[in-house]
Structure formats: structure tokens, C-alpha cells
């Protein structure tokens, strides 16, 4: 029974200052280094073994993934780091804390940024120092797939066809793997299997809080649709 573990980075440095990432490049607080550490050690403690690992492009899950493989002592499994797996695109919202941002934007607009499924944030203008289509990381991807800003459902289009055409073969070749991604984007992945689901009521829906490096671990069937889902803990 092939499995998947979604984890989240460990708690970046904008995490702590209370700030709205996206495709910011941020690295690790010392906070985010101890929890991706203690991930390793609890995935390690339960006995679980992957075959291949995935990332962003973005130096928090790297960072996160190298302190777990280190605990782990497994670096000799295949990473593979993909812009798919980056966060949502926060827009124009990017850098800013979430007070500066009521106060810009007001409380309401803010709140629908960061939940509304559809709503998508104000867009950075490709002359602002934040847009990344300068980027050397980014230098493959098209003028039209390098995004301004992103709501939760275009961020879901963007990496569901990846998990699809990616992830989901080394799964049904038997490989047990681990994705290590970012809240917004897991929270929507979290969202889709709960809909394929048989038994979605014991599943995740998209409202769920998803903390830094807690190992989320998801069993699948025959049929690639999940079937048990729980956290690692202590």
C-alpha cells in the first residue's frame, strides 16, 4: 500500500514577523531548522522509509528537506524541486504584515485574499522588485506561467496537472514518497483527495490549519484514492 507524506515547511523567517510569503524566497527561522529536525527524528522513530522526495524552488522546504534527510540519515534519495510545488503567489500582498495589509486593503478585502477560493490577490506589476520573471530559477517557464498574483484555486491548477503527471506514477509504481510544500498549496491538495475519497468524512477539508513540519501521512488503495490519513506525533 504505497503512502504520501504532505509536510509543510518548518517556520520561516516571514512566518515569524507575521508576513504574507508567496514566491518570496525566504529561509528558515531558527524555530523552522528545530521542527524540520524533530520531523526527521519522529518519521525516523515510526520506521517510515521513502523512495523519492519532492520540493519547491524555494529555499524553506529545501532547507526543511535537508534537515529531515540529515535526521533521517537518508540523502541518498532522489529530490526532486519543482515550481509546481511553490506556494501561492501572494501578489502585491508579498512582504507585507497582515496589519499593514488590513491597513492597506482593509480587514474584509484581506480576509478574502487569504480564504477566498476564487479571489485572487492585487497583482505586482512586472516593473515591482518583488515580480521573479527575472529570476534565474524561474528562466524555463514562460512569461505567461510565471504568475503576478494567485487565488487558491489557480494555485491548485497549477500544481494539480505536476501531481497528476509526476508524482502520482511513482505512486502507483509503489514508491512511497514525500512532499515537502508549502500551507496553501497542501491545504488545496488536502481539499481534492478529501473529494475522492470513499470515506471523505474522515478526511481533511480545505479549512484545515496546516502547521509547520508535522508529517501528514496518507494511505492509499488500489485505485490511488486515499483511504486513511493521520499525523506522526511523539
Not at 516571514?14 to 527524528?41: C, M, Y
Not at 488590513?102 to 518583488?130: A, N, T
Not at 514525500?178 to 468524512?201: C, D, F, K, T, W
Request: glycine share 6%; charged share 20%; proline share 6%.
Amino acid at each position: 500500500m504505497p503512502k504520501i507524506i504532505f509536510l509543510r515547511h518548518g517556520e520561516s523567517i516571514w512566518n515569524h514577523q507575521a508576513r504574507f510569503t508567496g514566491w518570496a524566497d525566504i529561509p528558515l527561522s531558527e524555530k523552522g531548522k528545530k521542527e524540520a529536525r524533530l520531523s526527521g527524528q519522529q518519521m525516523k522513530k515510526a520506521g517510515v522509509v521513502f523512495d523519492i522526495a519532492y520540493t519547491s524552488l524555494l529555499k524553506r522546504t529545501i532547507q526543511t528537506l535537508w534537515l529531515i534527510l540529515e535526521e533521517m540519515d537518508m540523502f541518498w534519495i532522489p529530490v526532486v524541486s519543482s515550481w509546481y510545488l511553490n506556494e501561492r503567489h501572494y501578489g502585491a500582498l508579498q512582504g507585507l504584515t497582515k496589519s499593514e495589509a488590513i491597513e492597506q486593503y482593509g480587514s474584509e478585502k484581506v480576509q478574502l485574499y487569504c480564504r477566498g477560493y476564487e479571489v485572487q490577490p492585487p497583482k505586482l506589476e512586472k516593473s515591482d522588485p518583488r515580480y521573479v520573471g527575472h529570476d534565474p530559477r524561474y528562466a524555463l517557464l514562460t512569461p505567461d506561467q510565471i504568475p503576478a498574483a494567485e487565488s487558491i484555486q489557480e494555485a491548485l491548477a497549477r500544481f494539480l496537472p505536476y501531481w497528476h503527471d509526476a508524482i502520482l506514477p511513482k505512486m502507483q509504481s509503489g514508491n512511497n514518497i514525500l512532499v515537502v510544500s508549502h500551507g496553501n498549496i497542501l491545504r488545496a491538495m488536502i481539499s481534492y483527495l478529501h473529494s475522492l475519497s470513499s470515506q471523505a468524512s474522515s478526511l481533511s477539508s480545505d479549512q484545515e490549519d496546516i502547521e509547520t513540519a508535522k508529517p501528514l501521512v496518507y494511505e492509499f488503495g488500489q485505485d490511488m484514492k486515499p483511504i486513511n490519513r493521520y499525523y506522526l506525533h511523539d
